[in-house]
């Protein structure tokens, strides 16, 4: 994700701002959903962290509109797509 933030162009400080916060949100909320006493505790956080996984969908977006390519979000891709369907068991 950092390296495709830090290839956009000028202009996009939002998106750029968005998926950075995703994917540090990701991976706080497994961390503490890790660290929750309760089934139930653990499973709100990892949900949470699914929903902020969902988040890069707005890179579809970017791609519709040009501004990066298949080949800049591929690599990526191999490592969100896992986490992303892992909470579902909850």
């Given at each position: 994700?950092?390296?495709?933030?830090?290839?956009?162009?000028?202009?996009?400080?939002?998106r750029?701002?968005?998926l950075t916060?995703?994917?540090?949100?990701?991976?706080?909320?497994?961390?503490?959903?890790?660290?929750?006493?309760?089934?139930a505790?653990?499973?709100?956080r990892?949900?949470?962290?699914?929903?902020?996984?969902m988040?890069?969908?707005?890179?579809?977006?970017?791609?519709?509109?040009?501004?990066?390519?298949e080949?800049?979000?591929?690599?990526?891709?191999?490592?969100?797509?896992?986490?992303s369907?892992?909470?579902r068991?909850f």
């Amino acid at each position: 994700v950092y390296d495709i933030v830090d290839a956009l162009p000028r202009g996009h400080a939002d998106r750029a701002d968005q998926l950075t916060r995703a994917a540090e949100s990701v991976v706080r909320n497994i961390a503490e959903g890790a660290g929750r006493w309760s089934q139930a505790d653990s499973a709100n956080r990892y949900k949470i962290a699914r929903g902020e996984a969902m988040e890069f969908a707005s890179l579809d977006v970017m791609k519709l509109r040009k501004v990066i390519t298949e080949a800049d979000t591929n690599e990526e891709a191999n490592y969100s797509e896992p986490s992303s369907r892992s909470p579902r068991c909850f």
